[in-house]
């Protein structure tokens, strides 16, 4: 999990990382993928889109583990660098 950092929503500790996009509509293609994500697992991150990049963070409000960055978060914001290098890998 490189370039991920620390930061805090509404008190409550999160993870955030911004990704960057050489078109707007790769930048929405991404969301998607992490809306799509986060449907799948009941857990739903903060979007942040503008031109160029995307920036997601990660973190739990309340839950029976608490709140803060908990391993959901962490195995989630992964899965957010593994569906960029795929959007981004070369076609060959």
């Excluded at 509404?10 to 930048?27: C, L, P, Q, T, V």
């Excluded at 309340?62 to 957010?80: P, Y």
């Amino acid at each position: 999990m490189n370039d991920w950092v620390s930061c805090q929503y509404d008190n409550i500790d999160h993870i955030e990382k911004s990704f960057g996009f050489k078109k707007y509509s790769r930048a929405l293609a991404f969301c998607n993928a992490i809306a799509c994500l986060a449907e799948a697992h009941v857990h739903h991150p903060r979007i942040v889109i503008e031109w160029g990049k995307v920036i997601i963070a990660w973190g739990t409000h309340q839950s029976d583990e608490g709140s803060g960055v908990l391993a959901i978060d962490r195995a989630l914001a992964q899965r957010c660098d593994t569906l960029y290098e795929q959007m981004n890998a070369p076609v060959s």
